[in-house]
């Protein structure tokens, strides 16, 4: 079982902190950089988040990225789902495929009860919310 957000979701959700923390505003190197990613690879993490309008993007050497969106409007699952896409409702926790109704596993009912919490909690929490929870560097 793997109750997991991807790598490319954490780096995601870092890089909106950042923008947050930073009045909004960060240049490419220094995104990148804060979330231990590289240059090259940062368009990739960032896309989806600009797709969905919280972020804009602004080549060149005066761009960089801009926070759009109030981190009050957008739950954490909104972004999670953004960077991995939409998370499935019927994948079985032990077989990693659909649960057959006439063969559920024996957590089925646990599984599908205790994922509906999760996402619910995830969904209810803002990302202005998260970030407040969130431990300061050298916590």
């Known amino acids: 079982m793997h109750l997991e957000v991807s790598k490319k979701a954490d780096l995601g959700l870092r890089?909106?902190?950042?923008?947050?923390?930073?009045d909004g505003r960060a240049p490419g190197p220094e995104l990148a950089q804060s979330i231990n990613?590289?240059?090259?690879?940062?368009?990739q993490i960032m896309k989806p988040l600009v797709v969905a309008g919280w972020v804009s993007g602004a080549?060149?050497?005066?761009?960089?990225?801009?926070?759009e969106a109030s981190l009050s409007d957008v739950s954490v699952l909104e972004v999670i789902?953004?960077?991995e896409?939409?998370?499935?409702d019927n994948q079985c926790v032990l077989r990693g495929t659909?649960?057959?109704a006439q063969e559920q596993?024996?957590?089925?009912?646990?599984?599908?009860?205790?994922?509906g919490a999760l996402l619910a909690e995830l969904n209810a929490t803002s990302l202005e919310a998260a970030l407040a929870l969130a431990p300061t560097k050298g916590e």
Request: hydrophobic share 35%; proline share 13%.
């Open 15 to 22: 890089a909106v902190a950042h923008l947050f923390e930073s």
């Open 37 to 43: 990613t590289t240059l090259n690879y940062l368009p």
């Open 59 to 67: 080549p060149g050497p005066g761009g960089g990225y801009r926070l």
């Open 81 to 83: 789902e953004a960077m």
């Open 85 to 88: 896409g939409e998370t499935p």
């Open 98 to 100: 659909p649960c057959p």
């Open 105 to 115: 596993c024996a957590l089925h009912t646990s599984w599908v009860r205790a994922r």
